[in-house]
Structure formats: C-alpha cells, structure tokens
C-alpha cells in the first residue's frame, strides 16, 4: 500500500521539486500538527493567509451557520446574498468613502487581472506601469507584470504594455504618462523580501497618478487586513488608491478576493461590453461569512493594535545574531536575512527540524519570511524565537 505521502507525489500535481511534504493533521492556533506528532509553529501563517491563527473558533462558527444556511446558488451578481453584502458594508466603512464598491473573487491573480482590465477599460489606455521585482499572481495578466524576463519568456507572448519602474525610486516616476493606464505597485514590497515604501514614496506614485490620470493601484493582498499594524498598509502609508486588490487573509482561511474602488470605476465594467468579468465562485457565501466573522475579530479584539510590539519582540530578538545581516519589516511582514547566501537553507530546515515554520521569499535568496499569526501569544512567540535562534546557531556552525 503506498504511503499518503507517495500517492500526493504521484497524484496531486506540483510545481516545485522542493514540497515541504509536511503531512498535515490539524491546526489550530499557531499550530499546525503533522500526522508523525510533530506539532510545528507556524511563522508563516501559510503565507500571510492564517492572520487570526487556524481554525479560530469564530470563524469557524460563522462557516458552520453559513453552511448550514446555503453555499453557492448562481454565479456571482444574479443573487442577493447576505453574506456578501454585510462583509462589503463592513469593509468599506473602515476605508476613505472613495473605496465604497467591492467586487468579489476568488483568488490575489485574479483580483489583479480585474483590477487591470478594470484600468484600461475606464481609462481607454493600454499602458501599466508595475515596480521591478514584484509578484502579483500565476495567472498570464498578473505574470505580465513581472520584471524577470527570465521566467515570463517560458510563457511569451505575455500581454504587451508593461513598463517597470524601481521601487523607492522617486526619478523613474517620470515613466508614468498621459498614456499610463495604472500603476499597480504593492505598498510593501513582500516577495523581493520586504521592502516598505521610504519616506513619502507612496504619495509622489498618487500624485504622479492624479497628475497623469493614471489609476493608482494597490495590491494589498499581502499587506492586507492588520499584517503591517494597521488595517490595510496604504492607512499606514497615509495614500488612498483608486483601486485596491485584496485577497490571502481577507477570507480568513478560506479563498477569497475582491477588488475595492468607487462606484464608477467598479460600473465601467457592466456596459460596452456587457458583463466585463464575470466570476462564478468570486465571493462564495461560506468565504463571505469567514471573512466577515474574522474582520470582525480584527476589529473588536484589538489585536492589530498589538502588531507593533509583537514585530518590535521579533526584531529585538533576531536581529542581534551573529549571522543575521539585516531585518527589514512592516508590522509582521518581515525578513531577516542572513549575512551570507550558503546559510539560508540551514536556518530554513533546521528551523522546520525544530517546529517552526519559516520560509523562502520568491526574489531573494539570501532572506527568509517571518509571518506569524497576528493572535500569537507572547508565550509561542518567545519558543518560535528560541527556536529560530537555535536553527541561525545551526547554521552559523555549518561553516566554522
Ligand atoms: C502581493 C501579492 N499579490 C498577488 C498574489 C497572488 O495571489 P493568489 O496566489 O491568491 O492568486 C500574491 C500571492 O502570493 C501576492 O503576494
């Protein structure tokens, strides 16, 4: 008889040689519990996603009374659904009224791809400038926006009209033109290995944008829902975009995205033509009542008020070791990286050898990821730290 682990390799499709293969039991909390009694955890928050831990006991409540009600009944826009319009109610009062519309879907790629078929419909131009060095999704639109020609020759043609600009870099602005559709650019930049805005960078990418009647985009999927500290990163960074993508913890574990703006940007997708996306599981009710039940507990628990000292802990902590260069955050967005490349893979197993989970970042191969939870606990924080210390000891040893 195969293993569960042999038949998931034989069967369950992969795009990566390197699956962690941790083969999952349960979560709850921080803590994810693999099939062997290992309990392991989790600094990752399976990237970003599992903000108010796994399985919290209100989200699962909401789930089971939604189920228990209904699950999908028609493609999204035909129904009245309650779930749908109480979690919109609810977000748009916690943002500026210019982003008062939400339109639901399913996955960061695809809220991306909406949000740029969204610009050049309402702006009737085809340019889009995103920043070097980001990641916004798999799908071909989103993977157009990346600058590694590297990768995106592998599926080329990719959708013509995309410029780069350097993140940070106030003088490449001037790339944004009368003929710019939109700007989509990540608030903090997560996949090169988190890199916040500096100074007023943010506020000269909208000006640029009001200047030239581009749309200012934000893709808050990652940075979205309390993970910098605040709610969202663009209150934190004192910008207001005209669109916003979210998406990973918006559904609080379950999938979920949705593209937030004004009414009039959102309606340029009803006429001419008709229908300009259309998504049949985009804001399913189970995922609308998680993600209302968890932005409800983001607000009534006051535990973004809590990020602050949580990533200040975690920095004061890390940051000291002797093979630890750097640690750059936003909130509980981080990434420690090491002082030389050859350590990176040491600290990572030895870290997952230990019980903790941490991660690699897509663009940059001398740091790795530290998400945890927002709910964690001083308790689990100071034994994940001790942990991670003793990996950073590991692999400072490899090479003495
Ligand atoms: C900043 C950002 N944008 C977009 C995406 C794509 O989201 P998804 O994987 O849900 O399609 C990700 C995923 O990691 C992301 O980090």
Known sequence: MPSLREL??????????????????????????????????????????????????????AITSQASKHLHTMVYGEHVQESQVRLAELLTQQLDPSLSVVYYLLTGSEAIETAMKLARKATGRAEIIAARLSYHGSTLGAESLRSDLGYKMHFAPVIPGVKHVTFNEVNDLQKITHKTACVIIEPVQAERGVYPPTDDYLSKVEAKCRETGALFILDEIQTGFGRTGHLFAHQKYGVTPDVMCIGKAMGGGLPLSAVVSSPALISSLVKYPA????????????????????????????????????????????SAHPIVKEVRRSGMLMAVEVTKRKYLKYVVSQAMELGVIVDYFLFNDRSFRLAPPLVIDDETLKLGIDRLLAALDYAQGKYQ
């Open 8 to 61: 998931y390799k034989q069967s369950v499709g992969q795009t990566s040689e390197y699956s962690l293969c941790l083969e999952v039991d349960r979560a709850e909390g921080c803590y994810i519990y693999t099939t062997d009694g290992k309990a392991y955890i989790d600094f990752n928050s399976g990237i970003s996603v599992s903000s108010l831990g796994h399985c919290n006991p209100v989200i699962q409540q």
């Open 275 to 318: 229908l300009g996306h259309i998504t049949t599981f985009g804001g399913h009710p189970l995922s609308c009542a998680a993600a209302y039940a968890s932005l409800q507990y983001l607000q009534s628990s006051g535990v973004v008020d809590t990020v602050s000292a949580k990533s200040q802990a975690l920095h004061s902590a890390i």
